[in-house]
């Protein structure tokens, strides 16, 4: 019978047995436990306990073989490898550290049985609409946990760079919220644990890669969470760093060699050189300073060269989807980690679960750079990628060029236009994610200098452009930051989050007329994407831009949605001919965003600065 200890271990990895017992304590062994039925048939268990690479280990358990232990120059570290077998079930075994024949440790490992379908599991895709989080400025929903004790940082809302207290609760409390703007998908920033004296609330410097900061809420909460999400129809993505950790990560106290990290463990920073992973007359002192480059002298960089580190960050990954029930992972940083590294994760995560999709951080405006990462691209360097998406960095400077230019031959909507011709460099455009903003960058609204047609043009785009569409919380309401990069700013508090605030966005107390149109374009926009086949999965032709006016389509089997942009002040009248080869003469179309029907008649009428999204009926 289990009890309430077995189930302890089980989740915590704890000794089942008092530690005076025997000579060494285990402080951390992780994979704290795994799955039975894993396609792939090697585990391999960090071990770390005082001198306990001189253990011997001793197990016994039907379909679980131990071929190999691997040691590192750190005494304090053992990598216990494990085989197994297709058939072995769920249940728990007895790991058994000797030395000279006497007993030093005893855990107790557990393979878990793994969710119906799990393996099957369908990722994130075209027919999603994607909403990143900063957690700790979303929602408090628990204040109980805005102090931890043994955490360095503290609450301070008060400091745009400290932390504010949103958490998990608080995501989970915004789901009905969420699911009614249109949202399928849902990025949390990571929430791992993050024990950093300052800036410990963006969660990119992690402590500890098991383990759900504190001040967020539990490993549990978050496994609750994802399922509560899933139950309205709303998958989470994971945000996962393998390039760096943070400074307090409890390896650097213990390192287990001095290659785990990139320079010896001594800070030499990052050129941002990203070309230099495919240029062919890039110097080699310059690839490697961009790839084992430190981004901060907080952030040590992860030699991912180092097997049985690349080892730990694979399982990692798996570990966090397959517990979690993941529908995604966003991959930061991308590129700055070692590509051959990224080629065997990748491949990892797509051959344990087939129908999962990843996307990963390449920041360059060059589809060159970033369609290098895609999976099936073919590089000329014979560079071989199984991360199925990217971020879209490229389309989403050309839309910004597109909205803030003045029209000419070479610039305005023409940028859009071109940039969108690029889409025969990647391998699968459509499963690329466009988005309007994120943690690294202004305001939308802002950057469109608060002009609230430019605002509606660019939200159109978004939603029904041939791409996955991710919106940063907030957008939804013209959220505002300064033009120049202020991250404490940019990432500011969700209205509503907080008990006591005037203005709250969830039910639109205190909301400015401006804010109340954008959430309502937002929310139509998003749940009419929702159920409409032809914007998910569509074909797109598009028009060149002419005279301040840009137009394309989105077509599937009798299916037409028609977009139109005029730029211009003045009311523009566009001659329907030019469509003729998928648009019937005479069309008649309903307005999407007001359900009036119109009858053209070979002409349509544009208002000044407008944007019109029509439906063929």
């Known amino acids: 019978m289990t009890t309430i200890h077995h189930i302890k271990a089980v989740l ?27 396609k792939e048939s090697k585990l391999q268990l960090m071990v770390h306990a005082r001198d306990i690479q001189q253990a011997k280990v001793q197990l016994n358990y039907p379909g679980v073989k131990l071929t190999g232990l691997q040691k590192v120059d750190n005494p304090n570290y053992l990598f216990v490898d494990l085989e197994l077998s297709p058939d072995v079930k769920p249940g728990s075994f007895e790991l058994v550290f000797t030395k000279n024949g006497k007993t030093m440790a005893r855990h107790n490992y557990s393979l878990l049985a793994r969710q119906p379908g799990s393996a099957q599991r369908q990722g994130f895709s075209q027919k999603d609409l994607i909403y990143l989080i900063t957690p700790d400025r979303f929602v408090n929903g628990d204040s109980s946990n805005d102090q931890v004790k043994g955490l360095a940082e503290g609450l301070n809302r008060a400091a745009p760079g400290g932390r504010h207290g949103g ?18 998908q849902i990025w949390p920033q990571p929430l791992t644990e993050n024990n950093s004296p300052a800036y410990s609330y963006h969660g990119y410097a992690a402590t500890d890669l098991y383990k759900i900061d504190p001040r967020f809420g539990t490993n549990g909460d978050y496994k609750n969470f994802v399922s509560e999400a899933n139950k309205l129809g709303i998958g989470v993505i994971q945000d996962i760093v393998v390039n760096h950790i943070g400074s307090n990560h409890w390896w650097l106290k213990d390192l287990p060699e001095q290659s785990w990290l990139n320079y010896d463990a001594s800070f030499h920073p990052t050129n941002h050189a990203r070309t230099t992973v495919q240029d062919p007359y890039a110097a080699k002192v310059d690839a490697k300073a961009f790839v084992d480059g430190w981004f901060v002298e907080s952030m040590p960089d992860l030699n991912q060269r180092h097997p049985l580190l690349a080892t730990y960050l694979i399982q990692n990954s798996v570990w966090w989807v397959e517990y979690a029930n993941l529908s995604g992972i966003r991959e930061d940083t991308y590129s700055y980690a070692d590509k051959d590294f990224l080629t065997a994760w990748s491949k990892r995560l797509l051959s344990e679960y087939p129908n999962f999709n990843i996307v990963g951080e390449e920041w360059s405006a060059n589809p060159v750079v970033v369609s290098y990462w895609q999976k099936g691209k073919q590089n000329a360097d014979g560079y071989q990628s ?106 500011s508090d969700f209205p509503g989050g907080w008990t006591g605030d005037a203005v709250n966005a969830f039910t639109g107390q205190g909301l400015s007329k401006a804010q109340l149109e954008a959430l309502q374009l937002v929310k139509k926009l998003a749940n009419y994407r929702k159920t409409t086949s032809v914007l998910q999965l569509g074909k797109m032709k598009h028009f060149s831009p002419a005279e301040g006016v840009y137009s394309y389509v989105r077509y599937q089997d009798n299916s037409q949605v028609w977009v139109f942009f005029n730029k211009n002040a003045e009311a523009k009248t566009v001659d329907l001919n030019r469509y003729s080869e998928l648009m019937p003469a005479h069309a008649r179309f309903k307005d999407v965003l007001t359900g009036q029907p119109i009858q053209t008649k070979g002409q349509l009428q544009l208002a000044g600065r407008s944007s019109v999204l029509l439906e063929l009926q």
């Open 167 to 184: 958490d998990i609760a608080g995501m989970q409390q915004a789901l009905p919220y969420l699911q009614q703007l249109g949202v399928t």
């Open 12 to 38: 915590l990895g704890l000794l089942v047995v008092a530690p005076s017992a025997y000579a060494a304590q285990i402080e951390h062994l992780e994979p704290a436990f795994w799955w039975a039925g894993m």
């Open 386 to 491: 199984f991360t199925p998406s990217m971020m879209d960095f490229p389309l989403y400077y050309a839309l910004l060029s597109a909205l803030t230019e003045e029209e000419s031959w070479d610039k305005g909507w023409v940028k859009l236009y071109e940039a969108l011709g690029n889409d025969v460099i990647y391998p699968n455009p459509t499963n690329l994610v466009l988005f309007e903003g994120n943690h690294d960058t202004a305001r939308l609204f802002s950057l469109l200098n608060e002009d609230r047609d430019l605002y509606r043009m660019a939200i159109i785009y978004l939603l029904t452009a041939p791409r996955i569409p991710q919106l940063y919380y907030g957008t939804e309401i013209l959220k505002q930051s300064p033009k120049q990069r202020d991250d404490g700013l940019v990432r």
